[in-house]
């Protein structure tokens, strides 16, 4: 029985290159470097990406705490009253958001009447009549009124500049303290009365207080602080 010579693929590609001269091409190694291989070269360390770094999430800012204004204690209704000093001449200036002016808080922070307090506005400020008894006459504030214009550099007519309580009578406001008074120009240039924005806040605030919807500490600190703040906030 004749033999059968059995090959593999090696000695068949070696035969076929006997017979030809040439010299067979070794096989490709799946272990060589750069072909089909996941190991890196000799020498090189194999380092996975690093994942990528996520940035923080925003953090809200921490709530703003309103500053607390420094408001002064007056020496309340006088009998009778005099003419008070004002601030010396071109000592004191004003602010303006948009139209609507602001007090300098050097010379006008503010005051209120000691006898004004919580436990008693059913007897004062939200009683009828309260606050003409307690108002100082023109005599008194008209004089006052031009110093004080002097003081804050105001050259309009005084037809259209109210000398305004900062804290209004109605709110607690003392009458004649010089820390509670300023000339305030109109904030409407075509005006022709000294009716101002002002007036309508001074109102409203009055109002939620004699309510018991705003306390008269807090309607105080709001409309001494910024009147104009106060009036976005609270409307008038």
Same mark, same amino acid.
């Given at each position: ?10 000695? $068949? %590609? @070696? ?7 040439? !010299? +067979? ?6 272990? &060589? =470097? #750069? ?32 500053? $607390? %204004? @420094? ?7 006088? !009998? +009778? ?6 601030? &010396? =001449? #071109? ?44 108002? +100082? ?100």
């Amino acid at each position: 029985m004749p033999h059968r010579l059995v090959l593999g693929l090696g000695s $068949v %590609v @070696a035969a076929l290159a006997a017979g030809s001269g040439c !010299t +067979p091409t070794p096989p490709i190694s799946s272990s &060589a =470097p #750069g072909l089909h291989s996941h190991r890196p070269p000799p020498g090189v360390t194999s380092r996975r990406a690093p994942p990528p770094a996520v940035a923080p999430a925003p953090r809200s800012p921490p709530p703003v705490t309103p500053a $607390v %204004v @420094a408001i002064e204690v007056g020496p309340g209704p006088q !009998t +009778p009253y005099r003419v008070e000093p004002q601030p &010396a =001449p #071109g000592a004191c200036h004003y602010t303006y958001l948009g139209p609507d002016p602001l007090p300098d808080p050097r010379c006008t922070p503010g005051a209120v009447n000691p006898q004004v307090t919580e436990a008693d506005i059913g007897s004062t400020i939200c009683a009828a009549g309260f606050t003409s008894a307690i108002r +100082p006459p023109e005599r008194i504030t008209e004089p006052e009124k031009a110093a004080s214009a002097a003081a804050y550099g105001y050259a309009g007519s005084f037809h259209v500049a109210e000398y305004d309580h900062l804290i209004p009578l109605e709110l607690g406001g003392d009458p004649n303290d010089p820390a509670n008074l300023w000339v305030e120009p109109p904030d409407d240039p075509h005006a022709t009365t000294f009716t101002n924005a002002k007036d309508g806040l001074e109102n409203r605030l009055r109002a939620l207080v004699c309510s018991g919807r705003l306390t008269l500490s807090a309607a105080q600190q709001a409309i001494a602080g910024s009147w104009v703040a106060a009036l976005r906030t609270y409307g008038g």
